[in-house]
């Protein structure tokens, strides 16, 4: 979509609030004036060139992952929301391919613990690591 930054932001909050539900999205964008397909074609379009470039991931990633997989379970785009530059299906691949095969998810939900008993707060480091 190429149009004005701030119609940009709206499209991206639409995507996020409804899910990826292309109907709901183009019923409320511009009254319709779009059609279901368009909107994911051009939302993939304006978001792949963000995640391109392939980055090592952190620690406090997946500690993020963790935490929010902890409430969240399998909604994978919920957990994305809370990752710069991360896809919903770069964080799945991260969890079954890293942190599960690996055995990672209890050790790593121990840490989050003792992080917040501390009285630190997993998101502020994680924002302060970025």
Do not use: C
Not at 47 to 56: A, D, E, I, S
Not at 112 to 118: D, G, N, R, V, W
């Amino acid at each position: 979509y190429q149009g004005p930054s701030d119609m940009k932001q709206r499209f991206i909050k639409m995507v996020q609030k409804h899910k990826h539900n292309w109907k709901k999205i183009s019923k409320s964008f511009e009254g319709g004036a779009f059609s279901s397909f368009f909107l994911r074609f051009k939302y993939k379009d304006m978001t792949k060139n963000k995640f391109r470039k392939k980055t090592l991931w952190t620690k406090f990633e997946d500690l993020v992952i963790v935490k929010y997989f902890m409430n969240n379970e399998y909604d994978w785009e919920t957990i994305a929301n809370h990752l710069q530059d991360r896809t919903s299906s770069m964080i799945k691949n991260r969890f079954y391919n890293h942190i599960r095969k690996y055995d990672q998810y209890d050790s790593l939900l121990e840490e989050i613990k003792q992080t917040e008993q501390e009285g630190n707060d997993i998101d502020e480091l994680y924002k302060q690591s970025v």
